[in-house]
């Protein structure tokens, strides 16, 4: 069954703690992303990464690291420093950013709730 | 202070009536537009696309228009169903290599 997956579902952060988020696709896309989206709002893009071992930081960058050690994984950490981490965050891939004309997928998302 | 966002536009019809959803997209040079349906807790899901070098494009139930003289792009859903109720997000792929670009999205709600 090929796609997307995001884990956990719902993801509980304490204060001052850092939660990782997982984001694994077996598609063969080349790039990744993680979003942002608050209640009853559009996407916002926090980092996104083309190739492995290479990530490029979105609008909303801070508060949040990422890496791209394998193709397949994208995982992103939820800082102390971000102050409002309460939101849903989605993961999407590409094929290949730049080529133009290719769909980009999502994952089923991760609500992340601050005890 | 948290900021206050700006709610999503909302878009009510008659179950069975036709749906048509706007949007504005901001780059003339833009090659590839993507329409996009996400429900309630879920990922959202591509429903259909069109490239540049078309004006309209159908698919089963839904239909995309482009225009680009005004930069514009509909989604026109035909017999709207109860299942058709969600948010509805537009995107597109700017030249150069740079991620897509999203719309705010319009909440699409069916009245039975």
């Known amino acids: 069954d090929g796609g997307i997956t995001q884990s956990p579902k719902y993801l509980f952060r304490k204060e001052g703690q850092n939660v990782t988020l997982s984001c694994e696709q077996n598609?063969?896309?080349?790039?990744m992303y993680w979003y942002r989206q608050d209640p009853g709002q559009g996407l916002r893009l926090i980092y996104y990464?083309?190739?492995?071992?290479?990530?490029q930081k979105g609008d909303i960058a801070e508060g949040y690291s990422v890496s791209r050690e394998k193709k397949e994984s994208f995982p992103l950490t939820v800082t102390s420093a971000q102050k409002n981490p309460t939101a849903f965050y989605l993961c999407?891939?590409?094929?290949?950013?730049?080529?133009?004309?290719?769909?980009?997928?999502f994952g089923p998302g991760t609500r992340l709730l601050v005890l | 202070g948290e900021s206050v966002g700006l709610h999503l536009p909302t878009l009510s019809v008659q179950e069975g009536d036709n749906s048509i959803i706007n949007c504005a997209y901001s780059?003339?040079?833009?090659?590839?537009f993507i329409w996009y349906k996400q429900e309630s807790g879920k990922g959202p899901q591509f429903i259909i696309d069109?490239?540049?070098?078309?004006d309209k494009r159908q698919g089963q139930r839904v239909t995309v228009l482009l225009n680009k003289t005004v930069k514009h792009l509909s989604l026109q859903i035909a017999a709207t169903q109860p299942g058709d109720s969600a948010v509805y997000f537009c995107?597109?792929?700017?030249?150069?290599?740079?991620?897509?670009?999203f719309g705010k999205g319009t909440r699409l709600s069916v009245i039975a």
């Open positions: 995107a597109e792929n700017p030249p150069g290599n740079t991620p897509l670009v």
């Open positions: 999407a891939s590409i094929y290949s950013q730049g080529a133009g004309k290719e769909t980009q997928y």
């Open positions: 598609l063969n896309h080349d790039a």
């Open positions: 069109i490239r540049s070098n078309m």
């Open positions: 990464s083309q190739i492995v071992n290479d990530f």
């Open positions: 780059n003339s040079a833009s090659d590839y």
